[in-house]
Structures are given as structure tokens and as C-alpha cells.
């Protein structure tokens, strides 16, 4: 079992800047490929970022390409999602994820837990 809390979430104005962590506890950090996905209210969850298992390569949707920066520090057991630029659609539950995978993509299936979410709110 993985136990993954995000934190750092909260209200910004458009054009402003929030990284959010999420802290991973349980098994070997390492051994797991991570995600960040959101939802917006009346939508379905969509792929935001991810990284592989050593942080080596990342991919993003094109949404948040070039705005948003996903990272992680293995010895701290945590991974990132800078996030700049931000936008008023960029409003959601934010939620990060690990996967067995070696690298993990967009499909929210490759990933086998989940935190809770941690709300991000940018008003105009």
C-alpha cells in the first residue's frame, strides 16, 4: 500500500503561482511512477502531468504545457506540481497518483493509488 496526501492548494488570482506536493508514505517512493490529475466540477478526471520513477522524464497535456512543472526528491518521499500562469479553467480537485510502471502515462488505470485531493481555486 501507498499512502499518497497532497497539500498546497487554495484560492489564487489568474496569472498567479501554487505548487502543490503530495507526500507518499508506505512502499519505496522510488519504485513508482507518479501523476497529477484534477477535476472540475461536472467534468470527468483528466491528466494533468507525470514522471517516471526517477524523476528522468516528464509528460504533460497540452493544457498545461509550459506552465506547469511536475517534479519529485525521492529522498524526501514527494513529488510537485509547480504550477504558473494559472488560469481561471485551471480550477479543480487536484490529485496526485503513483503506478507501478516504470513510466506512467495519461491513463488514470496505469495508476494503482491515490490521494484524496487537494482543491485549487484561481478566480478572474
Known amino acids: 500500500q501507498v499512502q499518497l496526501v497532497e497539500s498546497g492548494g487554495g484560492l489564487v488570482q489568474a496569472g498567479g503561482s501554487l505548487r502543490l506536493s503530495c507526500a507518499a508514505s508506505?512502499?519505496?517512493?522510488?519504485?513508482?511512477?507518479m501523476g497529477w490529475f484534477r477535476q472540475a466540477p461536472g467534468k470527468e478526471r483528466e491528466f494533468v502531468a507525470a514522471?517516471?520513477?526517477?524523476?528522468?522524464?516528464?509528460y504533460y497535456a497540452d493544457s498545461v504545457k509550459g506552465r506547469f512543472t511536475i517534479s519529485r526528491d525521492n529522498a524526501k518521499n514527494t513529488v510537485y506540481l509547480q504550477m504558473n500562469s494559472l488560469k481561471p479553467e485551471d480550477t479543480a480537485v487536484y490529485y496526485c497518483?503513483?503506478?507501478?510502471?516504470?513510466?506512467?502515462?495519461?491513463?488514470?488505470?496505469?495508476?494503482?493509488?491515490w490521494g484524496q485531493g487537494t482543491q485549487v481555486t484561481v478566480s478572474s
Open positions: 508506505g512502499r519505496t517512493f522510488s519504485n513508482y511512477a
Open positions: 514522471l517516471r520513477r526517477s524523476g528522468g522524464y516528464t
Open positions: 497518483a503513483a503506478s507501478p510502471s516504470v513510466r506512467a502515462g495519461s491513463d488514470p488505470r496505469e495508476y494503482a493509488y
